[in-house]
């Protein structure tokens, strides 16, 4: 079975811009976690999302960071305008609905904003 | 500050000896898992512990849970050079979900 799948792995972006970052869960996982961690820091909870619907959003910054995930596809966490303190590694996670607990994490999108 | 803190913030051992992390934190818990990171890469789950245990083995790692003095510690026996990563604690909160809240971390480092 494929693990947590993120891409890209790097993404440069200019002050402005907009970053778009892709996750694909473990086949059979309904539940996604978006993550955020700064350098020499831990983790920090962004949102959790259930198939269509934002279960919990309350790390998410209120402007600019929106997270979806639709009946297909991958999750999407989607930064636009990008600043350089978006600069960040932004990992995803997914687990099954009977074991929430545990999380299977991805290895992260590297996003630098020159 | 943030719930979950673990200490110390980086730790450089001989392989062969066992290494001890510790971490604390700040609100009642249902459980407490340890990640591990290895540089520039995802987390990989170690273990979990529930509120109501005290104590928890998984090979070559032991983990402890004191509530009343909201600490955990992990302990690796006989480390090896590939324990080499940076260890996360995180706490949650609730039960059924995977909102966790993480500490800083320890880097370990383990010394062929």
């Known amino acids: 079975n494929a693990g947590v799948m993120q891409n890209p792995r790097h993404l440069v972006r200019r002050r402005g811009q907009e970053a778009r970052l892709r996750c694909s869960p473990v086949?059979?996982?309904?539940?996604v976690y978006w993550y955020r961690q700064l350098p020499e820091e831990g983790l920090k909870f962004m949102v959790y999302?259930?198939?269509?619907?934002?279960?919990?959003e309350s790390g998410m910054p209120k402007e600019r960071f929106s997270a979806e995930f639709p009946k297909e596809g991958p999750s999407i966490l989607r930064i636009q305008q990008v600043v350089r303190g978006d600069s960040a590694a932004y990992f995803c996670?997914?687990?099954?609905?009977?074991?929430?607990?545990?999380?299977?994490f991805g290895s992260g999108t590297q996003l630098s904003v020159l | 500050s943030q719930q979950g803190e673990e200490d110390p913030q980086a730790l450089s051992i001989q392989e062969g000896e066992n290494a001890t992390m510790n971490c604390s934190y700040k609100?009642?818990?249902?459980?407490l898992q340890w990640y591990r990171q290895n540089s520039g890469r995802g987390l990989v789950h170690l273990i979990l512990i529930r509120s109501n245990e005290r104590e928890k083995h998984s090979g070559r790692l032991r983990v402890t849970l004191d509530t009343s003095k909201k600490s955990s510690s992990l302990l690796i026996t006989a480390s090896r050079a590939a324990d080499t990563a940076s260890y996360f604690c995180?706490?949650?909160?609730?039960?059924?979900?995977?909102?966790?809240?993480f500490g800083q971390g320890t880097t370990l480092q383990v010394k062929p």
């Open positions: 999302l259930q198939k269509e619907n934002i279960i919990d």
């Open positions: 609100t009642s818990i249902n459980n």
């Open positions: 995180a706490t949650v909160r609730s039960s059924n979900t995977g909102k966790l809240i």
């Open positions: 086949k059979g996982h309904s539940h």
């Open positions: 996670a997914s687990s099954r609905p009977d074991q929430n607990e545990k999380l299977f």
